[in-house]
C-alpha cells in the first residue's frame, strides 16, 4: 500500500530522497499551496504539487513524478486524486495543469482524472534554451494545457 504524506505546512521530515524536491519547489510551500510524497516501503516513489491562485480560484497541479520502476501501479492517479481533493476542500473552482510530456500514458493518466485537453503551445521553450539550430532541429516541444472545471464561478 501507498503511503500519501501530505507536507503542507511543516516539511522538515521529508525523507532524505525528496530533499532536493524540497528546496527547488520552496516556492510552492506558500499558503494555498501544498507538497504531496508518495512513500512505498520506505521509499519516496511519486510526488506532486498544487498551488493555489486566489486570482482566478484555481488550482495548479504541478511537478507530478513517479520513479520509472513503480509507474503503471496507479500512484500517479492516487498523486492526481490528491490535488482534485485539496482543490475541492478548499473551494477552487478548477484545476489546471501544463505538460510538454510526450507519453501518451500521461495524457491519458489526465484525461482519466476528468481533465479536457485545452490547447496546445508549439515550439515551446524551457528556460535555459539557447534557440540554437541544435535545438531547434531536434528539441521542439509541444506544451499541452489541461483544465478540470469542478463548479462553476
Sequence with gaps: MVNMKSKCKNIASLPDQALRERRVHKALLEKCSC?????????????????????????????????????????????GRKVLEFAMVNNYSSVVLGT?????????????????????????SLPGMTHSFLEQMFFQLRYHRYCLQLREE
Excluded: C, P
Excluded at 100 to 120: I, M
Design 35 to 79: 507538497f504531496w510524497v508518495a512513500v512505498l516501503n520506505g521509499n519516496v516513489v511519486g510526488i506532486v504539487a498544487a498551488r493555489g491562485n486566489e486570482d482566478d480560484n484555481t488550482v495548479e497541479l504541478r511537478r507530478m513524478s513517479v520513479d520509472s520502476k513503480y509507474r503503471g501501479k496507479g500512484i500517479a492517479k492516487a498523486l
Design 100 to 124: 510538454t510530456a510526450v507519453k501518451v500514458a500521461a495524457h491519458k493518466l489526465y484525461e482519466s482524472l476528468g481533465f479536457k485537453h485545452v490547447g496546445v503551445v508549439e515550439h515551446y
